[in-house]
């Protein structure tokens, strides 16, 4: 299975972006899916999560200005992001568990300008 990421770019605070990455090489349907981010010098922190069964969850420096949805006849999972802040600035990454693996997709720059 890959994933390949989509939608990220150059804003300037306040912005939004709306982020998308679409799973391939499965016919399975995928419960869990997420969105990590990676800044500079940093560890890969979890910014969101969606499943089949349950309520999205959100990292709080997130809450109220990131929605993750998904697509399941796509399977795709979408982040919008509004109220872009400078400190959003990082490499966003989506990732499935999928049979005891970790899937990562190739990641997508966001920048957002102070």
């Known amino acids: 299975v890959q994933l390949v990421e989509s939608g990220g770019g150059l804003v300037q605070a306040g912005g939004s972006l709306r982020l998308s990455c679409a799973a391939s090489?499965?016919?399975?349907?995928?419960?869990?899916m997420r969105w990590y981010r990676q800044a500079p010098g940093k560890q890969r922190d979890l910014v969101a999560t969606?499943?089949?069964?349950?309520?999205?969850n959100y990292a709080d420096s997130v809450k109220g200005r990131f929605t993750i949805s998904r697509d399941n006849a796509k399977n795709t999972v979408y982040l919008q992001m509004n109220s872009l802040k400078p400190e959003d600035t990082a490499v966003y990454y989506c990732?499935?568990?999928?049979?005891?693996?970790?899937?990562w997709g190739q990641g997508t720059q966001v920048t957002v300008s102070s």
């Open positions: 990732n499935i568990p999928y049979f005891g693996n970790n899937i």
């Open positions: 090489g499965t016919t399975f349907s995928i419960n869990t």
């Open positions: 969606i499943t089949s069964v349950s309520s999205p």
